[in-house]
């Protein structure tokens, strides 16, 4: 009788190709969010990412629930306060060059924002990036005590 499922791969191949869906991976996240941001940029309005922006946060979640579910934080990055402090730079400083951006393009000046909602808005950022990693540090931590223990039985 034959096994279902038997890969046809060796150790070294199977690396190889999880490399590969990892860099597929990337590029959909860099693409999708790329679409989104210049889609919002040029029309100015959110009717035009709608679609775009539920598969790229359906496509977030579901990595970040999977992470979680096999007590994985990240291949590069240690799953620390510190970490989050850094990493929550990243979507407050590019909320600010998107508005700074959109300011830059806009010819009506109605349609600009002053200097202060842009730092109100990256502070913002900063604050719910930071919020929402400490929620996922703390789930990851719990996960992985519980699937270190049940390695300990």
């Not at 860099?23 to 679409?35: D, I, S, T, V």
């Amino acid at each position: 009788m034959r096994k279902r499922n038997q890969s046809q791969l060796d150790e070294m191949q199977q690396g190889k190709l999880l490399k590969i869906h990892s860099n597929g991976m990337n590029l959909c996240y860099a693409g999708l969010l790329a679409a989104i941001l210049i889609q919002w940029l040029v029309k100015r309005d959110f009717s035009s990412i709608i679609g775009e922006g539920i598969v790229f946060f359906i496509l977030v979640i579901y990595v970040a629930c999977a992470y979680l579910y096999e007590g994985i934080w990240d291949s590069r990055l240690k799953p620390s306060m510190k970490t989050n402090l850094l990493v929550s730079l990243i979507p407050a400083v590019a909320v600010g060059i998107l508005l700074f951006v959109r300011n830059a393009l806009s010819a009506d000046m109605q349609d600009t924002v002053s200097i202060s909602i842009i730092l109100l808005a990256m502070v913002a950022a900063y604050i719910l990036c930071l919020v929402i990693l400490s929620m996922l540090l703390w789930l990851y931590k719990r996960r992985r005590n519980r699937l270190d223990e049940q390695e300990d039985c």
